[in-house]
């Protein structure tokens, strides 16, 4: 796994994730790209202007906030979404530090019981905005993974802690080498791969 991390991290460098100018842009971030292209979530953060904030969303009317993440998709939904992740944010008084203070595994139980949020929402607010080290699991992964010839067990958690058991627990591997994945998905191993040229070549039996 290291030696993935490493030549991943040399062909691309580093990718200095997440996208976000506050830890609570890259929340609303991590549910508005839930079944969407990155794209239509920069022009939904962008229709906020300078309302991106919990309080802002607490407040806001549905079809308010429906209209502002229009072009994100699924609108109804999220808008439903971003309101049950404010309300469970409202908890630790809308203050990341304080949010942050608490374990990891319970905060990670928290966020799964709210409304929408699944595994691989919850790992990448606890990994990009509340520092925790838990290892995302998203779909790139696991096409990653395969065609490089391992045998990936179904359970979201189990691949977790496989994975989490073979590099180190250091949360800036983390979060650099689930970035470093997407953008290996985007630039070679796409739907249809591009190996020719593709850093993992010469170790990869390509499954595909
Ligand atoms: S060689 Fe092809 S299949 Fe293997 S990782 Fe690279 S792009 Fe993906």
């Keep these: 796994m290291l030696e993935i991390f490493n030549t991943l991290l040399n062909a691309y460098g580093p990718r200095c994730w997440w996208p976000a100018q506050t830890p609570f842009e890259m929340m609303v971030g991590a549910i508005l790209t839930q079944n969407t292209a990155w794209a239509n979530v920069e022009k939904a953060i962008c229709n906020f202007g300078d309302c991106l904030s919990p309080e802002y969303?607490?407040?806001?009317?549905?079809?308010?906030?429906?209209?502002?993440i229009r072009p994100s998709g699924y609108y109804n939904q999220k808008v439903l979404k971003l309101k049950a992740l404010t309300e469970w944010y409202e908890r630790y008084e809308y203050?990341?530090?304080?949010?942050?203070?608490?374990?990891?595994?319970?905060?990670?139980?928290?966020?799964?019981?709210?409304?929408?949020?699944?595994?691989?929402?919850?790992?990448?607010?606890?990994?990009y905005a509340l520092d925790k080290p838990f290892f995302v699991i998203d779909a790139y992964t696991r096409r990653i993974l395969y065609r490089l010839g391992y045998n990936l067990p179904a359970a979201y958690d189990t691949l977790q802690r496989q994975i989490q058991a073979n590099i180190p627990q250091d949360i800036h591997i983390y979060q650099e080498f689930h970035a470093l994945i997407v953008e290996h998905a985007k630039r070679h191993c796409r739907k249809n791969p591009l190996c020719s040229g593709c850093p993992l070549e010469e170790r990869c039996p390509q499954r595909i």
């Design 57 to 68: 969303i607490a407040k806001a009317s549905s079809e308010e906030l429906a209209r502002i």
């Design 95 to 127: 203050d990341i530090d304080k949010a942050r203070q608490v374990e990891g595994d319970l905060l990670r139980q928290e966020l799964l019981a709210v409304k929408g949020i699944g595994p691989e929402t919850a790992d990448s607010i606890l990994l």
